[in-house]
């Protein structure tokens, strides 16, 4: 008789998940995997996929008015919230049985339940089923973060009701100034609604390059886009089908919808962590792992976002696989989690990846920066007033490229190809040896010959 029920037990299904269980599976272990909402996680469910077609739909907008320059006639247009939404999550299942249909496939079973850890190698489901486990993989992600309790917080919602509003909000207050509350801001902007950005820091993007913040925040204030810094919200009022969302600066502002967007936390809750002896991080809330995914549990780990460490599905889909190919396939992988390009598909995009102007400055002796503003060639002819923003940071000392930010029409598509660069450590004259390919917004990133700002710290005497 097998000393366990399974090799692998997997609590969730989201991305990181079912690549960990289908990698497993792959190598011969026994695998299971639990979900007890749907499979395919935030990310496919009620995260970057929606998303993104909610962002696709609503550039429609900017495409028709645009068409007059390029000598179209338009009649009246119409548009129906609902139609999106059906057909967004008439996808969404499509994916979601792919994700079920995949893992398996892979020969991994999958129990659509909750699994809480009873020890370091038992789960009990909520169906009352006992499973047991050679090794345990924690994949449950994270979830929505309102902040402090403030009164009237149950009237907000978050990016995960947003996608399934009856109907599109008039008016939108949204307090965040990250990824997915500048994501929301234009996607509703962009299907004709009226939006109000509530940040309570200086600027919008904290973490990201300063002259992007700057970019970003005109680009969008020019789309009609109000943006308030410096203050949040203290109280919001409902009024019937009406909020009155009431600010620190002690203004207030009607809406039809409230939706925080402030951060996210790892889903840590009542998974029974303290009963198997699983450690969480102290400094961010996270599970504890170490560069091997490993917990403070030997047969223990957790990759994703449950970790905080870097909250990107494409990092949690190489830590499963990762994690498989170690504990599995007898090939130990670490995730190097240095120079990741991320996107944030606000309108105007932004794609970036490397090391910030500060960060450089902070890291290197001399530093050379690069930048272009520009006006995109579509621009000329559709009037629009919109500039594109295209910036390289460089080593000066060895010449060396150490950042790439692009704001503008398709830069995360310039900055996965970019990434590559930077990964290889290509340096300035790599840039500049290659031929531009004309006419392109991306052609600047290789015409870019003089610096327009350099910087050299002076040793400590």
Request: hydrophobic share 45%.
């Amino acid at each position: 008789m097998a000393e366990f029920d399974v090799d692998l037990f997997v609590i969730g299904g989201g991305s990181g998940g079912v690549r960990a269980a289908r990698i497993a599976a792959g190598h011969g272990a026994k695998v299971m995997v639990a979900e007890e909402y749907r499979m395919g996680g935030t990310c496919v469910i009620r995260g970057c996929v929606p998303k993104k077609l909610f962002v696709l739909g609503s550039h429609v907008r900017h495409e028709i008015a645009d068409a007059a320059g390029f000598g179209w006639t338009i009649p009246e247009i119409s548009f129906d919230w609902s139609t999106l939404v059906a057909n967004k999550d008439k996808e969404i299942a499509r994916l979601e049985g792919i994700y079920a249909a995949n893992v398996e496939k892979s020969g991994a079973r999958i129990a659509k339940t909750r699994a809480v850890l009873e020890d370091a190698h038992t789960l009990r489901l909520m169906t009352g089923e006992k499973v047991t486990a050679k090794y345990i993989l924690i994949a449950t992600g994270g979830a929505p973060n309102h902040g402090r309790e403030i009164p009237g917080i149950e009237h907000v919602i978050s990016s995960n009701e947003a996608f399934h509003l009856t109907e599109l909000p008039k008016r939108i207050v949204i307090q965040g100034g990250g990824y997915i509350a500048l994501e929301f801001a234009g996607i509703f902007a962009g299907f004709g609604s009226d939006v109000t950005v509530i940040y309570r820091g200086d600027n919008i993007l904290r973490g990201f390059d300063d002259d992007v913040r700057k970019h970003v925040r005109a680009e969008m204030e020019k789309q009609g886009i109000t943006i308030i810094t410096g203050c949040t919200i203290d109280k919001v009022d409902r009024h019937g089908d009406e909020f009155t969302t009431h600010l620190s600066s002690g203004s207030s502002i009607a809406s039809d919808k409230v939706m925080f967007a402030i951060g996210r936390h790892p889903n840590v809750a009542n998974l029974g962590l303290e009963k198997a002896g699983v450690a969480i991080n102290p400094a961010n809330g996270g599970i504890a792992v170490d560069v091997w995914s490993k917990t403070s549990v030997d047969n223990i780990y957790a990759i994703g976002d449950v970790t905080h460490r870097l909250n990107l599905t494409p990092v949690a889909i190489r830590e499963g696989h990762a994690f498989a190919d170690t504990v599995f396939g007898k090939r130990p992988v670490q995730v190097d989690h240095a120079t990741i390009p991320t996107a944030v598909f606000s309108q105007p995009e932004v794609g970036t990846v490397g090391l910030t102007e500060a960060q450089a400055r902070a890291q290197v002796s001399h530093v050379d920066i690069y930048k272009a503003d520009f006006r995109p060639i579509k621009a000329t002819m559709s009037g629009r007033d919109t500039r594109v923003l295209m910036k390289l940071v460089v080593d000066g000392t060895i010449d060396r490229v150490l950042g790439c930010h692009i704001v503008g029409d398709t830069a995360a598509e310039i900055i996965q190809a970019v990434a590559i660069a930077v990964k290889m450590k290509a340096t300035k004259a790599d840039f500049d040896a290659t031929i531009a390919l004309h006419p392109t917004a991306a052609e600047e990133l290789v015409t870019m010959r003089t610096p327009t700002a350099r910087y050299v710290r002076q040793a400590a005497e």
